[in-house]
């Protein structure tokens, strides 16, 4: 009987298997590294260990390091969560060696299945059907090998997965640089920097299979999700059943998944992962060989609880009958929540969480890393939540949760919130028509955190008012006055905001005849029917609404039944200084410069790719805003940047004097 886990991860999932931990009597350990210092759930463990540093690679891959942790504290069991360590059979090794049980398949199904060209190889003798592809290195003659695979090819990291090392070729002459790219975005998130080419199925579906095996042979599956819609290669929409697959597909999907697991001799929770193309068919991508970020659709069809299931296989207990006999119920959807930019290109954000709050609805199930007053970092994934609707079909759970998200206080990051309430409410998706080239066809869900529609003047007039009832409510003189009551009446109070790059400047007075407003001097009809520094209700064209306004300093985040903005205060004397040049590329989100691609007097082209960063364990370009002349370039490689940072400035070349 396991008695003390440590989990060697962090945010949600560590919090997740923390909280079943607890359930069934375990007394939990956390590893931490120095940006989690206060998070949540390190304070949910029993006990914790801080790991020196910040970056993955001196923290949560350090296996050294996690392993000490638990010797130290005593724990008998390494719960690894996913990502870091999890598909790490050298880490399972170590484990094995140094005494704690690690919660997972025994380092040999790791191993077998850590490379996907391995794995694929294996996998085609149990009978899966498999897609062809070949592994390339600096010999490889990358266009004979494509040509043979034939186009469009993907190019993929051999280890690891979470769409990174990933790059899709359409052409021999895009080739080396996608190889070039995908090698090293692959060794700094896995630290192995091996590719492989591989036929690329355009708009498939991308459905999977849970199985779950015993240590006394024993493998079954759990059925199917589909996890089709992607950015960048990651799921953010997930769900369970696939609308796609009916029963004779869904015992085919399960045999062959199955098999996989039994050709390598799994036990514990693993997903096996299918393309399915536009004809019915589907190949064999991978086995992931730990518990997936989107297992909770599963449970809740199911009513199984798969951490528990993790460490009862991992304490030898066979595989019970409620798994063995399982049946689907209703329909459940996952959302991952983002901390990311929609309309900039999914660019990833960082900041402080001033709220988060999510309502509790019933067949809501929220599992997040992160409460009011947490800081998004750039070392990390930016995921903030998961959130899981279970409803009796799939419409009323899509439903549901598309409520759920829009009602949610997000304050103080930006995040793809909008674009997952526009998915789940699209007529598309809720026919079941989904599959990876999803967002493509539908670039126009960008979401925008209240920038499009009616209802911004509304938005921009509560966050004034509100700010106006909370300086009367500070008031050290004639307190008592109503808010905004004048004597006499006199000149509109004004306040301007930003929404995005939008400017929204609102006027109002209190008159006898009631509250004259205007914003961005367009007269807006209104009657207030209450305010406080909280809260603002008011009357539009005949409509009743209540918006919640939660101010930090500079800022004014609100929420209502119409959707929510995040105003920014513009001071009403500006800073002169804070104008960069009009030819500065300024650092879109914090991260350390990879490389550096042009240097002072080189001539550029707009749109031309000049300093590459990474953060968040991926890489991003920032291009020339201009046509012109490199002037200056302030960074080099190596180099931890700011949002907003300037990087180069691209002066415009001089206009040619008249002969």
């Not at 929220?366 to 609707?389: C, F, N, Q, R």
């Not at 419409?395 to 309430?421: M, S």
């Not at 070349?653 to 008249?658: F, K, N």
Request: hydrophobic share 45%.
């Amino acid at each position: 009987m396991i008695q003390k886990l440590l989990v060697a991860n962090r945010g949600e999932i560590a919090a997740r298997v923390m909280r079943t931990a607890h359930a069934l009597g375990i007394a939990t350990v956390a590893v931490y590294s120095d940006p989690d210092a206060d998070a949540p759930f390190v304070r949910l463990a029993d006990e914790a260990v801080r790991l020196p540093g910040a970056a993955p690679s001196e923290t949560y891959l350090r296996g050294d390091l996690v392993i000490a942790a638990a010797q130290a504290t005593g724990a008998d069991a390494v719960h690894p969560g996913y990502g870091f360590l999890s598909e790490n059979a050298g880490f399972a090794r170590e484990c094995a060696a140094a005494g704690p049980t690690f919660v997972g398949p025994s380092p040999e199904a790791i191993a077998s299945m850590g490379s996907k060209l391995e794995a694929k190889a294996l996998m085609e003798k149990a009978g899966v059907p498999v897609l062809p592809g070949a592994t390339v290195d600096d010999s490889s003659d990358l266009r004979a090998i494509a040509a043979e695979i034939g186009f469009p090819v993907l190019v993929k990291a051999a280890f690891g997965g979470g769409g990174r090392g990933m790059r899709v070729v359409h052409s021999a002459d895009e080739l080396v640089d996608a190889v070039a790219g995908a090698r090293r975005e692959a060794a700094s998130a896995f630290g192995d920097g091996t590719v492989f080419l591989e036929r690329f199925v355009v708009d498939p579906r991308h459905v999977e299979v849970q199985i779950l095996g015993d240590t006394h042979g024993e493998v079954v599956h759990l059925f199917e999700r589909e996890c089709s819609i992607q950015r960048r290669y990651q799921k953010i929409v997930e769900e369970s059943p696939s609308p796609a697959v009916d029963d004779a597909l869904r015992a085919e999907l399960g045999a062959a998944a199955v098999a996989a697991g039994k050709a390598i001799g799994y036990t514990g929770a693993g997903t096996v992962e299918f393309v399915l193309d536009q004809e019915g068919r589907f190949f064999f991508l991978e086995v992931n060989t730990r518990l997936q970020v989107e297992h909770p659709v599963t449970e809740l069809v199911t009513g199984l609880d798969l951490v528990a299931l993790q460490l009862r296989v991992a304490e030898g207990e066979p595989l019970p009958a409620e798994v063995t006999g399982a049946v689907l119920d209703g329909h459940a959807i996952e959302v991952r929540l983002y901390a990311e930019d929609v309309p900039a290109g999914f660019l990833p954000a960082t900041g402080t969480l001033h709220r988060f709050r999510i309502p509790d609805l019933p067949g809501v199930r929220v599992d997040t890393g992160v409460e009011d007053g947490s800081v998004v970092s750039p070392h990390y994934d930016p995921m903030l939540a998961k959130v899981i609707a279970h409803g009796r079909t799939r419409a009323e759970a899509a439903r549901t949760l598309a409520r759920a998200l829009q009602r949610a206080e997000i304050h103080g990051v930006t995040t793809n919130r909008d674009l997952l309430v526009d998915v789940l409410r699209e007529p598309e998706f809720l026919a079941g028509r989904t599959d990876t080239g999803y967002l493509t066809r539908h670039a126009d869900l960008v979401g925008g955190d209240g920038r499009a529609g009616d209802h911004r003047h509304p938005r921009a007039l509560a966050a004034a008012l509100a700010r106006q009832a909370a300086n009367r409510s500070e008031a050290r003189v004639l307190g008592g006055l109503p808010s905004g009551w004048r004597n006499v009446g006199g000149m509109p109070q004004r306040v301007a905001y930003t929404l995005g790059e939008e400017t929204l400047e609102v006027a109002y007075a209190f008159r006898r005849s009631g509250l004259d407003v205007t914003v961005d001097g367009e007269p807006l009809a209104v009657r207030l029917l209450g305010a406080t520094p909280e809260a603002v209700e008011l009357e539009v064209d005949g409509v009743r609404r209540r918006y919640t306004v939660h101010r930090v300093p500079g800022w004014s985040f609100v929420d209502g039944p119409d959707g929510s903005a995040a105003l920014a205060e513009v001071p009403r004397f500006a800073d002169p200084n804070a104008v960069a040049h009009a030819g500065s590329l300024l650092a879109p989100m914090p991260g350390g410069v990879v490389r550096v691609l042009a240097g002072p007097g080189d001539t550029v082209a707009a749109g031309q790719a000049l300093v590459v960063l990474e953060a968040m364990k991926m890489e991003h370009t920032v291009a020339a805003p201009v046509d012109g002349v490199v002037g200056e370039v302030r960074v080099g490689p190596g180099d931890q940047v700011e949002t907003g940072q300037v990087l180069a400035v691209v002066e415009e070349p001089a206009e040619e004097e008249a002969s």
